[in-house]
Protein backbone atom coordinates (compact mmCIF):
# COMPACT_ATOMS: atom_id res chain seq x y z
CA UNK A 1 0.00 0.00 0.00
CA UNK A 2 1.24 3.51 -0.88
CA UNK A 3 -0.09 6.22 0.75
CA UNK A 4 0.14 10.11 0.15
CA UNK A 5 -1.11 13.02 1.99
CA UNK A 6 0.91 16.38 0.59
CA UNK A 7 0.99 19.84 0.43
CA UNK A 8 3.09 22.10 -1.62
CA UNK A 9 2.56 25.44 -2.98
CA UNK A 10 4.12 26.10 -6.25
CA UNK A 11 3.88 29.36 -7.80
CA UNK A 12 0.49 30.15 -8.43
CA UNK A 13 -0.89 26.22 -7.92
CA UNK A 14 -1.39 24.92 -4.31
CA UNK A 15 -1.56 21.23 -4.18
CA UNK A 16 -3.48 19.46 -1.82
CA UNK A 17 -3.73 15.88 -2.52
CA UNK A 18 -4.42 12.54 -0.49
CA UNK A 19 -4.69 9.41 -1.66
CA UNK A 20 -3.56 5.25 -1.28
CA UNK A 21 -2.43 3.09 -3.97
CA UNK A 22 -2.50 -0.72 -3.16
CA UNK A 23 -1.21 -3.38 -5.72
CA UNK A 24 -1.40 -2.59 -9.31
CA UNK A 25 -1.83 0.76 -11.60
CA UNK A 26 -3.05 3.40 -10.33
CA UNK A 27 -3.51 6.37 -12.89
CA UNK A 28 -3.10 9.87 -11.62
CA UNK A 29 -5.62 11.71 -14.43
CA UNK A 30 -6.13 14.96 -15.63
CA UNK A 31 -4.93 17.94 -17.89
CA UNK A 32 -1.63 19.76 -17.95
CA UNK A 33 -0.77 21.75 -14.73
CA UNK A 34 -3.14 19.74 -12.74
CA UNK A 35 -0.22 18.98 -10.16
CA UNK A 36 0.65 14.98 -11.19
CA UNK A 37 4.13 15.25 -11.84
CA UNK A 38 4.57 16.85 -8.72
CA UNK A 39 2.95 14.56 -6.53
CA UNK A 40 5.04 11.50 -8.26
CA UNK A 41 8.00 13.60 -7.76
CA UNK A 42 7.07 14.02 -4.10
CA UNK A 43 6.93 10.42 -3.93
CA UNK A 44 10.13 9.94 -5.08
CA UNK A 45 11.88 12.46 -3.44
CA UNK A 46 13.02 15.24 -5.93
CA UNK A 47 10.09 17.36 -4.49
CA UNK A 48 9.84 18.27 -0.86
CA UNK A 49 6.41 18.90 0.09
CA UNK A 50 5.79 21.63 2.94
CA UNK A 51 3.83 19.21 5.16
CA UNK A 52 2.57 15.63 4.98
CA UNK A 53 2.96 12.31 5.12
CA UNK A 54 4.09 9.42 2.32
CA UNK A 55 4.30 6.14 3.54
CA UNK A 56 5.01 2.59 1.09
CA UNK A 57 4.36 -0.95 2.84
CA UNK A 58 5.09 0.30 6.35
CA UNK A 59 7.84 2.07 5.71
CA UNK A 60 7.68 5.95 5.99
CA UNK A 61 9.29 8.31 3.92
CA UNK A 62 8.06 11.44 3.94
CA UNK A 63 6.63 12.36 7.37
CA UNK A 64 6.96 16.79 8.17
CA UNK A 65 5.79 16.19 11.57
CA UNK A 66 8.37 13.62 12.41
CA UNK A 67 10.86 15.16 10.72
CA UNK A 68 11.05 12.33 8.41
CA UNK A 69 12.40 13.13 4.86
CA UNK A 70 14.05 10.04 2.99
CA UNK A 71 16.68 11.14 0.22
CA UNK A 72 15.63 9.50 -3.05
CA UNK A 73 18.61 6.71 -3.30
CA UNK A 74 17.21 5.43 0.13
CA UNK A 75 13.20 5.11 -0.91
CA UNK A 76 13.22 2.35 -2.63
CA UNK A 77 11.05 3.93 -5.66
CA UNK A 78 11.54 3.15 -8.67
CA UNK A 79 10.93 6.03 -11.53
CA UNK A 80 10.31 6.20 -15.22
CA UNK A 81 10.34 9.28 -16.85
CA UNK A 82 9.14 10.73 -20.13
CA UNK A 83 12.02 10.10 -21.89
CA UNK A 84 14.11 6.56 -21.23
CA UNK A 85 17.36 8.55 -19.66
CA UNK A 86 19.09 5.28 -20.62
CA UNK A 87 23.14 5.43 -19.72
CA UNK A 88 24.45 6.09 -23.45
CA UNK A 89 28.28 3.86 -22.72
CA UNK A 90 26.21 0.93 -21.19
CA UNK A 91 24.46 -2.05 -22.90
CA UNK A 92 21.11 -2.89 -22.58
CA UNK A 93 22.13 -5.25 -20.40
CA UNK A 94 24.30 -3.30 -18.12
CA UNK A 95 21.44 -0.58 -17.84
CA UNK A 96 18.99 -3.37 -16.76
CA UNK A 97 21.32 -4.03 -13.88
CA UNK A 98 22.49 -0.72 -13.14
CA UNK A 99 20.34 -0.76 -9.87
CA UNK A 100 19.74 -3.87 -9.06
CA UNK A 101 23.26 -4.14 -7.50
CA UNK A 102 22.92 -2.19 -5.00
CA UNK A 103 20.01 -4.15 -3.80
CA UNK A 104 21.08 -6.64 -0.83
CA UNK A 105 21.06 -9.77 -2.33
CA UNK A 106 18.07 -10.55 0.59
CA UNK A 107 15.73 -8.04 -0.44
CA UNK A 108 15.52 -9.13 -4.24
CA UNK A 109 12.61 -10.22 -5.16
CA UNK A 110 13.05 -9.63 -9.22
CA UNK A 111 15.59 -11.47 -11.09
CA UNK A 112 16.77 -10.50 -14.87
CA UNK A 113 15.63 -13.26 -16.69
CA UNK A 114 11.98 -12.46 -15.25
CA UNK A 115 12.00 -8.95 -16.34
CA UNK A 116 13.92 -9.84 -19.61
CA UNK A 117 10.86 -12.59 -20.45
CA UNK A 118 8.28 -9.86 -19.00
CA UNK A 119 9.34 -7.14 -21.65
CA UNK A 120 10.87 -9.20 -24.10
CA UNK A 121 14.04 -7.67 -24.33
CA UNK A 122 16.68 -10.53 -24.93
CA UNK A 123 17.60 -9.95 -28.65
CA UNK A 124 18.53 -6.30 -27.28
CA UNK A 125 20.74 -7.14 -24.16
CA UNK A 126 23.97 -6.36 -26.19
CA UNK A 127 22.82 -3.60 -28.39
CA UNK A 128 23.26 0.12 -26.72
CA UNK A 129 20.25 2.88 -27.00
CA UNK A 130 21.90 4.60 -29.73
CA UNK A 131 20.75 2.08 -31.92
CA UNK A 132 17.04 1.39 -30.13
CA UNK A 133 13.44 2.84 -31.14
CA UNK A 134 11.70 4.93 -28.70
CA UNK A 135 9.44 1.99 -27.60
CA UNK A 136 12.75 -0.07 -27.05
CA UNK A 137 13.87 2.51 -24.86
CA UNK A 138 11.21 2.86 -22.77
CA UNK A 139 10.91 -0.70 -22.58
CA UNK A 140 14.40 -1.10 -20.99
CA UNK A 141 13.87 2.06 -18.76
CA UNK A 142 10.59 0.06 -17.35
CA UNK A 143 12.81 -2.92 -16.52
CA UNK A 144 15.76 -1.22 -14.95
CA UNK A 145 13.08 0.26 -12.52
CA UNK A 146 11.69 -2.59 -11.72
CA UNK A 147 15.32 -4.61 -11.19
CA UNK A 148 15.86 -1.76 -8.76
CA UNK A 149 13.31 -4.14 -6.96
CA UNK A 150 11.17 -1.23 -5.92
CA UNK A 151 8.78 -1.16 -3.25
CA UNK A 152 6.54 1.12 -5.40
CA UNK A 153 6.91 2.18 -9.16
CA UNK A 154 6.32 5.70 -10.75
CA UNK A 155 5.83 6.49 -14.27
CA UNK A 156 5.56 10.15 -15.54
CA UNK A 157 3.78 10.47 -19.08
CA UNK A 158 6.35 7.37 -20.12
CA UNK A 159 4.33 7.30 -23.65
CA UNK A 160 4.48 10.72 -24.19
CA UNK A 161 7.33 10.98 -26.12
CA UNK A 162 6.47 7.90 -28.19
CA UNK A 163 4.32 8.80 -31.74
CA UNK A 164 1.13 6.53 -32.27
CA UNK A 165 2.94 3.36 -33.61
CA UNK A 166 5.56 3.12 -30.86
CA UNK A 167 2.96 3.76 -28.28
CA UNK A 168 0.62 0.57 -30.32
CA UNK A 169 3.80 -1.39 -29.76
CA UNK A 170 4.56 -0.38 -25.71
CA UNK A 171 1.12 -0.85 -24.64
CA UNK A 172 0.95 -4.49 -24.22
CA UNK A 173 3.71 -4.93 -22.01
CA UNK A 174 2.71 -1.96 -19.66
CA UNK A 175 -0.55 -3.92 -19.12
CA UNK A 176 1.33 -6.42 -17.57
CA UNK A 177 2.94 -4.19 -15.01
CA UNK A 178 -0.63 -4.14 -13.10
CA UNK A 179 0.39 -8.17 -11.75
CA UNK A 180 3.79 -7.07 -10.40
CA UNK A 181 2.59 -7.03 -6.75
CA UNK A 182 3.33 -3.45 -6.10
CA UNK A 183 1.55 -0.20 -5.98
CA UNK A 184 2.21 1.89 -9.48
CA UNK A 185 1.60 5.60 -9.99
CA UNK A 186 1.21 6.06 -13.72
CA UNK A 187 0.57 9.61 -14.91
CA UNK A 188 -1.91 10.78 -17.73
CA UNK A 189 -4.09 13.17 -19.35
CA UNK A 190 -4.53 10.56 -21.97
CA UNK A 191 -8.29 8.65 -21.39
CA UNK A 192 -7.08 5.47 -23.78
CA UNK A 193 -3.91 5.20 -21.79
CA UNK A 194 -5.90 4.82 -18.29
CA UNK A 195 -9.06 3.24 -19.21
CA UNK A 196 -6.79 0.31 -20.79
CA UNK A 197 -3.96 0.38 -17.99
CA UNK A 198 -5.51 1.33 -14.53
CA UNK A 199 -6.92 -0.77 -12.27
CA UNK A 200 -7.39 2.21 -9.88
CA UNK A 201 -7.83 6.43 -10.68
CA UNK A 202 -7.26 9.29 -9.23
CA UNK A 203 -8.56 12.30 -11.26
CA UNK A 204 -6.70 15.94 -10.21
CA UNK A 205 -7.52 19.28 -10.76
CA UNK A 206 -5.75 22.31 -9.75
CA UNK A 207 -3.70 20.05 -7.32
CA UNK A 208 -6.73 18.79 -5.68
CA UNK A 209 -8.10 15.26 -5.80
CA UNK A 210 -11.62 15.63 -6.76
CA UNK A 211 -12.45 11.66 -7.20
CA UNK A 212 -10.74 8.70 -6.91
CA UNK A 213 -11.36 4.98 -6.86
CA UNK A 214 -12.13 1.96 -9.25
CA UNK A 215 -11.34 2.76 -12.64
CA UNK A 216 -14.63 1.56 -14.27
CA UNK A 217 -16.71 2.95 -11.58
CA UNK A 218 -15.08 6.59 -12.19
CA UNK A 219 -15.07 6.73 -15.84
CA UNK A 220 -18.84 5.99 -15.94
CA UNK A 221 -20.04 9.49 -14.02
CA UNK A 222 -20.79 11.27 -16.63
CA UNK A 223 -20.59 14.76 -14.13
CA UNK A 224 -16.86 13.99 -14.36
CA UNK A 225 -16.13 15.75 -17.43
CA UNK A 226 -16.54 19.54 -19.11
CA UNK A 227 -18.32 19.91 -22.22
CA UNK A 228 -15.07 20.71 -24.26
CA UNK A 229 -14.38 16.18 -23.18
CA UNK A 230 -18.00 15.60 -24.45
CA UNK A 231 -16.66 12.76 -26.84
CA UNK A 232 -14.72 11.43 -24.38
CA UNK A 233 -17.45 9.87 -21.78
CA UNK A 234 -18.23 6.60 -22.15
CA UNK A 235 -18.77 3.36 -19.87
CA UNK A 236 -16.14 0.59 -18.55
CA UNK A 237 -17.30 -2.74 -18.69
CA UNK A 238 -16.12 -5.76 -16.87
CA UNK A 239 -16.72 -8.73 -19.53
CA UNK A 240 -15.29 -12.37 -19.53
CA UNK A 241 -14.14 -14.26 -22.70
CA UNK A 242 -17.17 -16.93 -23.36
CA UNK A 243 -16.20 -18.12 -26.51
CA UNK A 244 -14.37 -17.70 -29.82
CA UNK A 245 -15.40 -17.73 -33.67
CA UNK A 246 -12.72 -18.58 -35.77
CA UNK A 247 -14.89 -18.75 -38.78
CA UNK A 248 -16.51 -15.58 -38.36
CA UNK A 249 -13.46 -13.77 -36.66
CA UNK A 250 -15.25 -12.54 -33.76
CA UNK A 251 -15.01 -13.34 -29.85
CA UNK A 252 -17.66 -13.28 -27.36
CA UNK A 253 -17.71 -11.35 -24.33
CA UNK A 254 -20.23 -11.46 -21.20
CA UNK A 255 -21.22 -9.03 -19.18
CA UNK A 256 -24.04 -8.35 -16.59
CA UNK A 257 -25.84 -7.11 -19.59
CA UNK A 258 -25.43 -9.91 -22.62
CA UNK A 259 -22.78 -10.47 -24.50
CA UNK A 260 -20.79 -8.24 -26.94
CA UNK A 261 -18.88 -9.74 -29.93
CA UNK A 262 -15.82 -8.06 -30.84
CA UNK A 263 -13.12 -8.96 -33.50
CA UNK A 264 -11.41 -12.36 -32.51
CA UNK A 265 -8.61 -11.55 -30.05
CA UNK A 266 -5.87 -13.95 -28.39
CA UNK A 267 -6.94 -14.35 -24.96
CA UNK A 268 -8.06 -17.58 -23.39
CA UNK A 269 -11.75 -18.33 -22.89
CA UNK A 270 -12.54 -17.65 -19.33
CA UNK A 271 -10.40 -14.70 -19.11
CA UNK A 272 -11.93 -11.11 -17.03
CA UNK A 273 -11.18 -8.21 -19.25
CA UNK A 274 -12.70 -4.88 -19.37
CA UNK A 275 -14.03 -2.91 -22.48
CA UNK A 276 -14.09 0.66 -23.09
CA UNK A 277 -17.40 1.88 -24.57
CA UNK A 278 -17.00 5.69 -26.18
CA UNK A 279 -20.44 7.18 -25.48
CA UNK A 280 -19.87 8.99 -29.34
CA UNK A 281 -20.35 4.88 -30.51
CA UNK A 282 -23.57 4.20 -28.93
CA UNK A 283 -26.78 4.53 -31.04
CA UNK A 284 -30.37 4.67 -29.62
CA UNK A 285 -33.27 3.23 -31.66
CA UNK A 286 -36.82 2.92 -30.34
CA UNK A 287 -37.56 -0.30 -33.07
CA UNK A 288 -35.42 -3.40 -33.47
CA UNK A 289 -32.94 -2.31 -36.13
CA UNK A 290 -32.84 -4.15 -39.39
CA UNK A 291 -30.56 -4.59 -42.06
CA UNK A 292 -26.97 -2.90 -40.32
CA UNK A 293 -23.71 -4.16 -40.52
CA UNK A 294 -23.35 -3.12 -36.73
CA UNK A 295 -22.76 -6.70 -34.65
CA UNK A 296 -23.63 -5.41 -31.23
CA UNK A 297 -27.53 -4.29 -30.99
CA UNK A 298 -28.59 -4.39 -27.05
CA UNK A 299 -31.82 -4.16 -25.92
CA UNK A 300 -32.52 -1.91 -22.69
CA UNK A 301 -34.24 0.44 -20.65
CA UNK A 302 -33.45 4.96 -21.43
CA UNK A 303 -33.44 5.67 -17.55
CA UNK A 304 -31.76 9.43 -17.99
CA UNK A 305 -32.00 11.77 -20.54
CA UNK A 306 -29.27 14.49 -20.12
CA UNK A 307 -30.46 18.07 -19.05
CA UNK A 308 -32.15 21.20 -20.63
CA UNK A 309 -28.43 22.58 -21.59
CA UNK A 310 -29.77 24.53 -24.84
CA UNK A 311 -26.44 25.69 -25.55
CA UNK A 312 -25.00 22.37 -26.36
CA UNK A 313 -26.14 19.96 -29.56
CA UNK A 314 -25.42 17.43 -27.97
CA UNK A 315 -26.62 15.18 -24.74
CA UNK A 316 -25.97 12.16 -23.00
CA UNK A 317 -28.50 9.24 -21.76
CA UNK A 318 -28.31 6.44 -19.36
CA UNK A 319 -29.67 3.08 -20.93
CA UNK A 320 -29.79 0.39 -18.39
CA UNK A 321 -28.51 -3.08 -20.16
CA UNK A 322 -29.12 -5.62 -17.62
CA UNK A 323 -27.66 -4.95 -14.68
CA UNK A 324 -25.01 -2.82 -16.34
CA UNK A 325 -25.20 0.73 -17.16
CA UNK A 326 -24.56 2.63 -20.77
CA UNK A 327 -23.91 5.81 -22.15
CA UNK A 328 -24.66 7.45 -25.23
CA UNK A 329 -24.30 10.89 -26.88
CA UNK A 330 -26.85 12.29 -29.07
CA UNK A 331 -28.22 14.98 -30.70
CA UNK A 332 -30.73 16.94 -29.09
CA UNK A 333 -32.56 17.02 -32.61
CA UNK A 334 -32.56 12.71 -32.27
CA UNK A 335 -34.09 13.07 -28.58
CA UNK A 336 -36.87 15.54 -29.88
CA UNK A 337 -37.52 13.35 -33.42
CA UNK A 338 -37.40 10.20 -31.56
CA UNK A 339 -39.40 11.08 -28.81
CA UNK A 340 -37.22 9.74 -26.39
CA UNK A 341 -38.43 9.65 -22.63
CA UNK A 342 -37.34 7.88 -19.42
CA UNK A 343 -38.61 4.48 -19.12
CA UNK A 344 -38.78 3.78 -22.04
CA UNK A 345 -37.48 0.65 -24.01
CA UNK A 346 -34.81 1.49 -26.65
CA UNK A 347 -32.22 -0.50 -28.72
CA UNK A 348 -28.31 0.18 -28.03
CA UNK A 349 -26.49 -0.10 -31.45
CA UNK A 350 -22.55 -0.36 -30.31
CA UNK A 351 -20.21 0.18 -32.88
CA UNK A 352 -17.15 0.18 -31.35
CA UNK A 353 -15.40 -1.35 -28.38
CA UNK A 354 -12.33 -1.11 -26.80
CA UNK A 355 -10.68 -4.11 -25.12
CA UNK A 356 -8.01 -4.04 -21.72
CA UNK A 357 -6.51 -7.03 -22.56
CA UNK A 358 -4.66 -7.99 -19.84
CA UNK A 359 -1.76 -10.95 -19.23
CA UNK A 360 -3.20 -12.19 -16.31
CA UNK A 361 -1.10 -15.16 -15.32
CA UNK A 362 2.73 -14.20 -17.14
CA UNK A 363 3.96 -12.73 -14.08
CA UNK A 364 2.66 -15.43 -11.93
CA UNK A 365 4.05 -18.13 -14.19
CA UNK A 366 7.43 -16.10 -13.92
CA UNK A 367 7.32 -16.16 -10.22
CA UNK A 368 7.30 -20.18 -10.50
CA UNK A 369 10.82 -20.30 -12.54
CA UNK A 370 12.77 -18.55 -9.50
CA UNK A 371 10.70 -15.48 -8.56
CA UNK A 372 10.41 -14.31 -4.73
CA UNK A 373 7.64 -12.84 -3.27
CA UNK A 374 7.87 -9.11 -2.77
CA UNK A 375 8.94 -7.77 0.52
Not at 9 to 23: M, V
Not at 212 to 224: V, Y
Request: aromatic content about 4%; cysteine-free.
Amino acid sequence: MLEVDVKRRLGNLSIEARFSSDQGVTALFGRSGAGKTSIVNMVSGLLRPDEGHIEVDGHVLFDSAAGVDLPPWKRRVGYVFQEGRLFPHLTVRSNLLYGWRFVPAAERYLALDQIVALLDLGALLRRRPRSLSGGEKQRVAVGRALLSNPRALLMDEPLASLDVLMKREILPYLERLDNMGIPILYVSHSLDEVSRLARNLVLLSAGRVTRSGATDEILSQLELWSPEDETETGTMLATRVSRHDAEAGLTHLDFRGGELRVPLVDIPEGVAVRVWIRARDVGVATEPPRGLSLRNVLKGTLVEIGGDDNTRAVTELRLRIGNATLTSLVTRQAVRELALTQGQDVYALIKSANLDRRQLSLVAAMAGEGGKPRP
